[in-house]
Every structure is written in C-alpha cells, then in structure tokens.
C-alpha cells in the first residue's frame, strides 16, 4: 500500500467517513475509494452493496479478481442518563469496542467517581448532543425514565438515524412517549425504530444483567440480516 | 483493551513515519471455521513488531516471517493456510477453516 493511501484511509477513518480499498490481489494495484464516490465508482454496484453489508470480500471484474476491504467507523454507543444501568453498560460496551459517551444534566448522577474512564458530559442533550456528531454508526440509549431528557435526545437519535435506538420503560410507559414524541413531529416510523422496553428478553433483573441485554440487543441490531434480527428481537 | 483497526492502520503509519519498514497482512477470503474475518488487518514492522490479528493467534508467527520478507522484496504475497498441517507455512487452524493472506508492504 502506498504512503499516501495509508495516510487518507487513516484519514477518513478519524473523520468517521466509511471508505473501501480496492486491491488487485494479482499485481498489488490499489486505489482508496471515499464514500462521496462510490456513486461515480465502475465498481459502484459492488461497493454500495459492500459497505452497506459492512462486510469486505473478493469480487471478479473486468477478468480481475478484486479484494474490497471495507472500512466502516468504529461505532459509537451514546447513553443518555448516567443511572446505575449505565455504570455497568459503558464498561461492557467498550470491551466490545464501543466508544462511549454518557450524558447527564444532573451533576449528582453524572460524576466521574461514578463513572470512572468514560467520557462523561453534564449537560442537557440539547447542548450536549450536536458537538458529538452522532451518525448512523451510533447505538444510541435512553435510560433516565425522565422525558424532560429522554425526550429530546431521542428526537436527535432519529435525526441523525442511528443504527439502534433503545429506551428504558415498560411497554404502558412506552406508548405514553410515543404520545409525547408524536406531538414533538416525531412519525409513526420513528417511534417503530425504538426498542423499548429495551434489550432482548433474557429475564434480566439486576442492572448488570440489563446492561448484557441491552448490548446483545444492539449486538444483534448491528450484525444480523433482517429476518434473523426479528426473531432475536 | 485490545487493539482497533484504527490503531493498527494508525500504527503502520507511524512505524514508516518513523522510517522502519512495514508490511500490511490482510485476511482476503476464508473458508469453513475462520477465527478472524475477511478484511482483518495485521501490521509487521522490520523488527518483526507487530499489531492486530489475522488469526487470533494460529498463524501469526508464520506471517510476520513471510513479511519481513516482503519488506525486504517489495514483492505482495498470498499466503493460505489450512487444517491440514501440510501447508508449507507449517502451521494451521485449529478450528478447522482455511483462510488466505495477502501480505504487502506499505510505501
């Protein structure tokens, strides 16, 4: 690989743009293509098709036999309210990978004693939220059971079409968000994409054990195809 | 923590930066039970260092061996590796799969 493509895919991957290389597995030829021109792309089927999978893999074109690494960005998992499921939540999730943020306006809840190593923000969402940047290669999570938060960030969440939107709540509780959310211009769409109550159904009780629930769930949500993603769910 | 692709491919630039020679092994096709993958990155430097995974430890030693050779050479390689211990690499996977290496240097 050439100095220079090295240089720009490192690039685009800390500016959290997806590209894929491109590599001639015979000659060693290579070219980085950006995610702006995939559309102009000769190989623009394949590629869509590939980043979209997430999933790299050898492809024939023009006689050629064609390596396409995908580089997706790291995902992200944002968790609103820095309650005592989150605690065991953010530790979990970045041993997974995650970079994780938790948000909180209220000060006693987000302290750094009780969140040690996590970035921590003591902010409402409405200020908190778009510094972050969040995109579709977010989880996003909502777990402070107060709408005056929970709310708000969820409306970012569907905004910037995170990959998985999760909210605390039973399902009573839950409709009654959908009420206030609808009145908020939120569509019938957007609320379908929140899963709430939140995490697969495993008879999880302590908040450990909702935390493995809640990063199967977006475990599941990230991986599976569709189908299967239904019946995990 | 373990390492990112992003750390590893950050990694490769800053060894060359650096002025050591560095070689990319990226898994490319598997077969059957693969430990890592399609698309996994493993980097090499000159002094045999090196970061990630492209097996989770079943052919490591033999690749960073093949790099320190494209290092040198320039020349990209395909390695495979299989089950069967009859490869020349003289490793395999212990989970039964077969994968393929491409290995080139970076610069």
């Known amino acids: 690989m050439q100095l220079a493509t090295l240089a720009e ?3 685009e991957r800390a500016a959290r743009r997806p590209a894929i290389l491109v590599t001639d597995v015979a000659s060693g030829e290579q070219r980085l293509v950006k995610a702006a021109a995939i559309g102009t792309d000769p190989l623009s089927n394949e590629l869509t098709t590939h980043l979209r999978m997430g999933k790299s893999g050898m492809v024939e074109a023009a006689g050629k036999r064609l390596f396409l690494n995908v580089y997706a960005p790291t995902a992200r998992l944002v968790i609103i309210g820095a309650v ?4 065991a939540l953010a530790p979990i999730a970045k041993s997974l990978g995650y970079d994780v943020t938790v948000i909180d306006p209220r000060t006693a809840f987000a302290s750094p004693e009780r969140f040690p190593d996590v970035p921590l923000i003591a902010e409402w969402p409405d200020v908190a939220l778009p510094p972050l940047n969040v995109d579709h290669y977010t989880a996003f999570v909502a777990l402070t059971h107060d709408p005056k938060i ?19 709540g039973s399902r009573k509780t839950h409709a009654k968000r959908g009420d206030r959310l609808r009145a908020q211009g939120a569509s019938d769409a957007d609320i ?5 109550p939140i995490g697969l159904a495993i008879g999880a009780v302590s908040p450990s054990e909702i935390a493995v629930s809640i990063m199967a769930q977006i475990t599941a949500t990230l991986r599976l195809p569709a189908k299967e993603k239904e019946q995990a769910a | 923590m373990l390492n990112r692709d992003e750390d590893i491919l950050r990694a490769a630039e800053d060894w060359h930066k650096t002025g050591h020679g560095v070689a990319l092994a990226t898994v490319v096709e598997t077969w059957g039970s693969a430990p890592r993958p399609v698309g996994s990155n493993l980097v090499i430097n000159d002094e045999g260092t090196f ?12 690749v960073v ?43």
């Open chain 1, 84 to 87: 005592h499921i989150s605690q």
């Open chain 1, 150 to 168: 929970d709310d708000p960030a969820l409306l970012h969440a569907f905004a910037r079409d995170c990959f998985y939107i999760g909210a605390l």
């Open chain 2, 65 to 107: 061996t093949e790099a320190l050779d494209v290092i040198t050479s320039g020349q990209p390689k395909m390695l495979e590796f299989g089950v069967a211990d009859e490869t020349a690499w003289n490793v395999g996977l212990s989970c039964g799969g077969t994968i393929r290496v491409f290995v080139e240097k970076v610069g």
């Open chain 1, 9 to 11: 895919l490192n690039a």
């Open chain 1, 192 to 196: 379908a994409r929140i899963h709430a």
């Open chain 2, 51 to 62: 970061l990630g995974s492209v097996s989770g430890g079943c052919v490591e030693g033999a």
